[in-house]
């Protein structure tokens, strides 16, 4: 079958780094997104990964392990704006076509 | 600038109503996809098309249809509207089929009494 996993809830001190987890299993695999989402807005493109390894953007890093199922969104030097809800969200090509699966989201409160 | 407007930010509707949500987006994508979003359950997939006139169904496609008329426009239709319908509903579209990105609309916050 199809899951994804990645906590809740988070919380973290304004500056500081905090890692966000997310494990999945899918059986037509074809890249992973991570998407912000601000109370009652849309969410918002963060980044992907297809291949194993650190993509950097910014303030923001993913990671991708293939063969662990596995991924981490990493933000630095936290801001308050970063309070937000991440949804680790996996490209599947079962069926012919591609589609995206999300997990139920990260919700992330930083405070001072 | 990228653009995916909904009709509505908010709705209220009685049990039985034909209900129509209404996506535009105006960046000549390919693909739209229409989601629901609830509390613990993230993002779930109700239809998807890649081409006007085109429709596959997603993961919870019980009590919706959809309609593509048009390359910018995506329609989900509840027939028969129900209270375990109340959700917020998204909207989205990519170039292409391996498109890497989504681009979401605000979202319709549906109640349904």
């Known amino acids: 079958g199809q899951n994804i996993d990645q906590p809740t809830e988070m919380t973290a001190t304004e500056g500081a780094i905090v890692q966000i987890n997310c494990t999945y299993q899918t059986s037509g695999f074809n890249g992973l997104f991570w998407y912000q989402q601000h109370a009652g807005e849309a969410p918002t493109f963060l980044s992907y990964?297809?291949?194993?390894g650190l993509e950097e953007k910014g303030r923001f890093s993913s990671f991708l392990s293939r063969s662990k199922g596995y991924s981490y969104l990493l933000l630095k030097e936290l801001q308050m704006k970063d309070s937000a809800s991440y949804l680790c969200a996996v490209r599947d090509r079962a069926g012919g076509y591609n589609k995206l699966i999300f997990g139920a989201g990260t919700r992330l409160a930083v405070h001072p | 600038d990228v653009k995916v407007t909904q009709s509505s930010r908010y709705l209220v509707k009685r049990t039985g109503e034909k209900v129509f949500l209404e996506c535009v987006q105006d960046m000549d994508h390919e693909n739209m996809f229409w989601y629901r979003q609830d509390p613990g359950l993230g993002l779930r997939l109700i239809y998807f098309s890649y081409d006007v006139k085109m429709k596959e169904k997603g993961d919870i496609p019980e009590g919706y249809s959809v309609s593509r008329e048009k390359k910018e426009r995506f329609s989900l239709i509840l027939e028969s509207a129900s209270t375990n319908q109340t959700s917020m509903y998204l909207c989205?579209?990519?170039?292409?089929?391996?498109?890497?990105?989504?681009?979401f609309g605000p979202g319709t916050r549906l109640t349904v009494l």
């Open positions: 990964n297809v291949l194993d």
């Open positions: 989205a579209s990519s170039l292409r089929a391996g498109g890497n990105e989504q681009f």
